[in-house]
């Protein structure tokens, strides 16, 4: 149990929650993450940041997998606003380290803390350069080779519509990524095509769900049909 006296408040960040904000039950999702950045679920962001500054559970491979997603998931949920509350925190920490009145317990926590937030502004500055890491949390999820052949080609139409390539320029993207349809059989199926024709000319959202995927309960009926049925005995 903390003292009460020696718990976090914003204005003493470098002492631990009295009671720590653990992530939610189950996968923790990037959409999770950038709903707390945003400020419209319950869990305040410098509380949740502050329990997970460092791992709480270490030896949990469940929590290490949800505290990886949650710190990769920051570089893309407002990667700037939460560069901004750690680098307040460290302000904080090292201006409240030179009070010559600063009781021993919490000076204790200080010198602990510094280098932790250290290492969280530093993992936020290494991804940096994260592939569509400006679209938002939800491309976190996505591998990296995967957004960065999504961003190459945002690029190229951005440059294009700026003016600062031409039409040829632009359609040489698709021989650097090599997703030229023409250089491969069959390229796009037609049906595809006209989705995407009619969102370009309607600026409608594009209808992003594979037809390769197939919702859990569908899947359990279609393995029902494929089990084989065993032969009657009684024959």
Known sequence: MTDDALVYSPDRPWLPPAIPLDFPKGRLT???????????VAA????????????????????????????????FANRRQVLVLLQEWLAAAQAARELPDLPEEEAVWI?????????????????????????GARYAKYPPEQRARVE???????????????????????????????D??????????????????DAEPLDLESTYWIPPENQRRIDKKRRPTRPDSST
């Open 30 to 40: 990037p959409e999770w993450v950038g709903e707390v950045v945003k400020g419209t």
């Open 111 to 135: 010198r602990r803390f510094i280098p932790n937030v250290e290492s969280g502004i530093a993992r936020l500055e290494k991804s940096r350069n994260e592939p569509m890491a400006w679209a």
């Open 184 to 201: 491969r059989r069959g390229g796009i199926e037609e049906e595809n095509l006209e989705r995407i024709m009619d969102a370009c000319i």
């Open 152 to 182: 190459a080609l945002i690029g190229a139409i951005v440059l294009h519509r700026d003016g600062d390539i031409d039409d040829n320029e632009l359609y040489n993207i698709l021989g650097s990524l090599r997703v030229d349809p023409k």
């Open 44 to 75: 305040p962001l410098d509380l949740v940041l502050r329990s997970h500054l460092v791992k709480m559970r270490p030896n949990d491979v469940n929590y290490m997998a949800a505290w990886r997603t949650f710190w990769r998931t920051l570089a």
